[in-house]
């Protein structure tokens, strides 16, 4: 078997931070870290005296235009309508004024001066005519004061919409079921537009994160299942699966992320940012001969090694199968119990002398090894450090 062993972290599917959009004190925090709420719950609340003074003003303002605008439909267009009638009556009186002044004046009875006040109270009421003509146009539905009137309704009603919007900016509500993974503030601080007050893990599947090590992303497919343990309870193991692998690599760390999910329920003790112990199985064989990779020379798929021989150092090329940074299976060209030499300087057809005691881990430059079929547990397994 050989498998990939590396760091990863808990992680939700969405995480938000929570934060103001206006400049105020907060008046209460209503939850504490670790508690679950739901969508449109309160979390934190603002001073609001002058927002609602503001509002209060606001909805006065909208009254009184909408007082003036009802006014100009019922009393003000009677009223213009009234004033236009006894304006048509006095024009009726003054132009028959007028021509019974003219009259007497052609037969002498009355004075051209007579005839000029009289022209001149015609011009009057014809004037006064226009005028409560005019007045009752504007007082119409689609009339100038009317216009106006309801521009200046609409003007009090933005602003009090605006006023309201500003309150309820007072409170800060959930954007959906959550849980509090951090609170961060405190009644009477002070806070600004963009200071994130409280941090949200919303309501969601937990996810695992690792960062792994781009040399190994050949060996990661995604539904690859991994066993995994964390730092804080080490005999409590579970699995995960691999169920994306990001498109990216990480240019200046070099790592890919990938990302796991749990099959089943997830243990009770899982927080967020916890750190785990992931070990994926990336390829299984029941039995594998294998040879420690400081004894390879070349790369891909098939390499040359060295072994002893009678005495001496043959070279020999062999056919590669699994490979780790330690270890490589080898498919063909060895076979059990034959002594491979580590981290020699020596060539083909030199003397050797092979020291079948040295360590691989820590080779000699005159050390040596078995090929021997290992359990790929041991022999196969790729280790990340943190």
């Given at each position: 078997m050989r498998t990939l062993q590396f760091s990863g972290r808990v992680a939700t599917l969405s995480r938000v931070d929570v934060g103001s959009t206006m400049t105020g004190r907060v008046l209460e925090v209503a939850v504490a870290e670790g508690a679950h709420v739901t969508k449109g719950e309160a979390l934190v609340r603002l001073e609001s005296g002058e927002l609602r003074a503001a509002l209060e003003q606001a909805q006065a303002s909208e009254r009184q235009a909408a007082a003036r605008l009802t006014g100009l439909r019922s009393t003000g267009r009677s009223g213009a309508q009234a004033t236009l009638a006894q304006a048509d009556?006095?024009?009726?009186?003054?132009?028959?004024?007028?021509?019974?002044?003219?009259?007497?004046?052609?037969?002498?009875?009355?004075?051209?001066?007579?005839?000029?006040?009289?022209?001149?109270?015609?011009?009057?009421?014809?004037?006064?005519?226009?005028?409560?003509?005019?007045?009752?146009?504007?007082?119409a539905d689609q009339g100038t004061d009317v216009t106006q009137a309801q521009a200046q309704l609409a003007v009090t009603a933005s602003a009090t919409a605006a006023a309201r919007a500003r309150l309820d900016q007072a409170v800060l509500s959930a954007p959906?079921?959550?849980?509090?993974?951090?609170?961060?503030?405190?009644?009477?601080?002070?806070?600004?537009?963009?200071?994130?007050?409280?941090?949200?893990?919303?309501?969601?599947?937990?996810?695992?994160?690792?960062?792994?090590?781009?040399?190994?992303?050949?060996?990661?497919?995604?539904?690859?299942?991994?066993?995994?343990?964390?730092?804080?309870?080490?005999?409590?193991?579970?699995?995960?699966?691999?169920?994306?692998?990001?498109?990216?690599?990480?240019?200046?760390?070099?790592?890919?992320?990938?990302?796991?999910?749990?099959?089943?329920?997830?243990?009770?003790?899982?927080?967020e940012d916890m750190t785990l112990s992931i070990e994926v199985e990336t390829a299984r064989r029941d039995t594998a001969l294998v040879v420690p990779a400081s004894a390879l020379r070349g790369d891909g798929s098939s390499a040359t090694v060295l072994v002893e021989r009678d005495g001496r150092a043959e070279a020999r090329k062999v056919r590669l199968g699994l490979r780790t940074l330690e270890a490589a299976e080898v498919l063909d060209g060895l076979a059990a119990g034959d002594t491979v030499l580590l981290g020699t300087t020596a060539k083909p057809g030199q003397r050797v002398r092979a020291d079948l005691k040295t360590s691989v881990a820590r080779p000699s430059t005159q050390g040596a090894r078995n090929a021997t079929r290992e359990d790929a547990g041991s022999a196969l397994t790729n280790a990340m450090g943190r």
């Open positions: 009556s006095v024009l009726v009186a003054a132009q028959a004024d007028l021509q019974r002044t003219r009259d007497l004046v052609a037969k002498g009875f009355l004075s051209e001066a007579r005839l000029d006040d009289a022209q001149r109270g015609s011009a009057v009421a014809r004037a006064q005519q226009a005028a409560a003509r005019a007045q009752s146009a504007a007082n959906a079921d959550a849980r509090v993974l951090a609170r961060l503030v405190e009644p009477g601080q002070i806070v600004q537009p963009g200071r994130a007050l409280l941090s949200l893990a919303l309501a969601g599947p937990l996810l695992l994160v690792a960062q792994v090590d781009e040399r190994f992303l050949e060996q990661l497919q995604v539904g690859q299942v991994a066993s995994v343990l964390a730092d804080a309870f080490p005999n409590q193991r579970f699995s995960a699966r691999v169920q994306s692998i990001s498109p990216l690599v990480d240019a200046q760390r070099g790592a890919v992320e990938v990302k796991f999910s749990l099959p089943q329920a997830p243990p009770a003790f899982l927080r």
